[in-house]
């Protein structure tokens, strides 16, 4: 750095410093502005004091003063004359919900399904008012202003409709002016779990200031706890969304901790969504934006804490109507399919072909069953039983395949004989894959029919834990299958397993036990070759699912008990008709027809692969042992 350059960074140095001591303020000033600061300070808590004296006043049921009206109308200007008032509650009900709503916020405090009752015997409500909040937020009058503190005027007089021969409507008016007002319309109809809420606004396109051509629209929830088992409630409480397009997505269920969402791709509704019930929140066109929040619940009684910031289209003109509508109800896939709004997405049926078969073949062969009986214990035995009907030609082809591989374990073992050394394995590999050919025996003839089993597996893994017909309904010794049953609580907790102990859970995991048993002693010396697969499917399979499963349905593990018990009767039906030397001479036929097959290229060539291999193993042990 030469001589000019240092002056020159000195001289800037000094320029700044004498600018910063030139500009500063005098010591009159600087008081001047900590005298207006504490002024400030001073004038937001006496607003803050006013207003908290104020909403005391209006609790207490007097008059508010001329100073808390003043305060208030700086606040809120022309909504001022709303943050004052007496809450009054109403009720709507039809054969199937009852929904509270109350002036405060003019919103639904409460919504009770009838005919449903949670783990305890209580009344189910899906929410209540001190666990909910409901409104709009925009900027009117220079103001922020949320609906939901303010009071609105009821349309009727009576607090109780009734909508059990009709529709019943209520409109709650948020009165700003003459002439301008905001309205919520509820409509309520018999036999429906859909209740219609329409927000007109009039009047106010000089009153209200748009954000980006729209609306804001605030809704909380604190979800309550309904089930049995809290734990596993949780994992199916979650909020879900539909987008305009018709897919559907949902936050992880089974994650702990706060987590969000946030959305600019038009949604069609939003479901505040429990394990058997839903809150959905649907728009008759779209929601713009959304900003969707779930977080564990650490109140006693509830599970999950919700929260949405909906952006809704908004033109603000001096006549607009803004549709929208709830669905409080449960999720039952008929229920909510009639709605024909994608409700019934919500309910966790699996994807692609394990949803197919659940949609078309469970859901259908359920319900017919239960047309005819009620004791869900014998509709699952039943459909049980039909399923294996169904399944029995794959599980006879699954079965003769293990006894050709059975049978031909002496070959095999010759083969092994032939080739102990390591360095012969593709030979011997080559061998077996011959001897599998000549005799027309593929070694995954065994497997492939299992795999297709896989998906009705899986669907009914999806089915049970997700079947609202299930809850509460007992059988023998479990009082609710959707739930886990107990014949043992212990004074402990034990991790991954739990406090109790599940004796479906126990039966599935002994019956499997014996199932993999069996199913590992055919397969013969195949197993050899995986001598770790054997203690796996045999030993290891069972207990990982006896812990896993501890705490499930026990209409799950009914299931999957009742299906291991029919496939070990179907095994030892299998044996009485299959007689191995009969399968023996069978392959041995085959062997003897068989003529010599043209080798393609492409086997030319996977030949030639496996003998460069060879000749590359064979030097590597030669090599080490000369060192």
């Given at each position: ?15 700044m ?5 030139l ?8 008081m ?10 001073q004038?937001q ?26 305060v208030l109308?700086?606040?809120?200007g ?12 109403f ?5 199937l ?8 916020g003019g919103?639904?405090?409460a919504?009770?399904l009838?005919?449903?009752t949670?783990?305890?015997?209580d ?10 909040a409901f409104?709009?937020?925009f ?20 607090t ?7 529709e ?22 018999p ?7 329409d ?15 729209m ?14 088992g ?21 936050m ?10 946030e959305?600019?791709?038009?949604l ?17 066109d779209h929601?713009?934006s ?23 289209p908004?033109?603000?003109r001096?006549d ?21 709004q ?9 994807r ?17 069953l239960?047309?005819?009986i009620?004791n ?9 039983i039909?399923l294996k009907?169904v ?9 003769t ?7 031909l374990?002496?070959q095999?073992e010759?083969i ?5 050394k ?11 894959m ?13 497997c492939?029919?299992?795999l297709?089993?896989f ?8 089915f049970f ?17 959707s739930s ?6 212990l ?13 479906f859970?126990?039966?599935?995991a002994v ?18 070759q ?8 045999t ?16 209409g799950?593990n ?10 070990l009767i ?7 008709m ?10 041995h036929a ?12 492409w ?5 030639e ?14 090599s080490n042992k000369?060192?």
């Open positions: 750095m030469d001589k000019n350059t240092v002056i020159g960074l000195g001289l800037i140095f000094l320029i410093i004498g600018f910063g001591y500009t500063a303020p005098s010591k009159e000033e600087r001047a502005a900590a005298r207006m600061a504490d002024s400030l300070r004038v808590a006496e607003q803050q004091l006013m207003r908290e004296q104020a909403e005391a006043a209006r609790l207490a049921g007097q008059t508010p003063t001329v100073a808390d009206t003043l109308r700086a606040q809120m022309a909504f001022a004359h709303a943050a004052v008032g007496r809450e009054q509650l009720v709507m009900e039809n054969d919900m009852r929904v509270s709503l109350t002036t405060l919103r639904i405090s919504v009770e009838k005919g449903y949670t783990y305890s015997g009344p189910l409500v899906l929410f209540d008012g001190s666990s909910n409104g709009l937020q900027w009117g009058n220079n103001n922020n202003i949320e609906t939901n503190r303010l009071y609105f005027a009821p349309s009727v007089s009576d109780l409709l009734r909508a059990n021969d009709g019943q409507q209520l409109t709650m008016r948020l009165q700003v002016a003459e002439g301008s007002y905001i309205d919520y319309t509820y409509t309520m109809r036999g429906s779990y859909l209740l219609d809420f927000i007109h606004f009039h009047g106010m396109d000089n009153r209200i200031a748009t954000r980006g051509g609306i804001d629209l605030n809704w909380l929830m604190h979800s309550p706890q309904q089930e049995k809290l734990t596993n409630e949780k994992q199916y409480t979650t909020i879900g969304y539909m987008f305009h397009d018709g897919d559907y997505e949902e992880n269920a089974r994650k702990d901790g706060e987590q969000r969402t959305l600019t791709t038009k069609k509704w939003v479901d505040f969504k429990q394990q058997f019930f839903s809150s959905i929140l649907v728009a008759k929601m713009l959304t900003d969707l929040r779930m977080d564990d619940d650490r109140q006693e009684g509830y599970v999950r804490t919700f929260a949405a910031h909906i952006g809704l908004f033109e603000n001096p607009e109507t803004i549709g929208l509508g709830f669905y409080f109800g449960p999720n039952h896939f008929k229920t909510m399919d009639d709605y024909e994608g409700f019934e997405k919500v309910i966790p049926l699996g692609n072909i394990v949803r197919w078969i659940n949609k078309y073949v469970v859901i259908n062969v359920f319900n017919w239960n047309r005819f009620s869900y214990g014998l509709i699952i035995l039943i459909l049980t039909l009907i399944l029995f030609p794959i599980t006879y082809k699954s079965y395949s293990s006894a050709k591989m059975r049978v374990k002496p095999i010759e092994n004989a032939k080739y102990p390591q360095e012969d394995a593709m030979k011997k590999q080559q061998a077996t011959a001897l599998y050919k000549k005799v027309g025996v593929s070694p995954l003839g065994g492939l029919p299992m297709i089993q998906p009705i597996l899986i669907a009914m893994y999806r834990p997700a079947s609202v017909e299930l809850r509460q309904q007992g059988f023998l010794w479990a009082d609710d299958l886990y049953d107990s014949i043992l609580s004074p402990f907790s034990i991790p991954w397993y739990g406090d109790h102990v599940s004796l859970a126990l039966l599935m019956t499997l036990f014996v199932q993999s048993k069996m199913n590992m002693d055919q397969m013969g010396s195949s197993n050899q995986m001598p770790g697969m054997k203690f796996m499917m030993w290891m399979m069972p207990i990982m699912l006896l812990f896993m499963f501890n705490s499930f349905s026990a799950l009914y299931y999957y008990f009742l299906a291991n018990i029919i496939t179907q095994t030892f039906a299998i044996r009485q299959i007689d191995d030397e009969k399968v023996l001479a069978k392959l085959h062997a003897q027809k068989a003529t010599p097959a043209t080798k393609s290229k086997q030319l060539k996977l030949e692969m496996q003998r460069r291999q060879q000749e590359m193993q064979r030097q590597r042990i030669n000369k060192k």
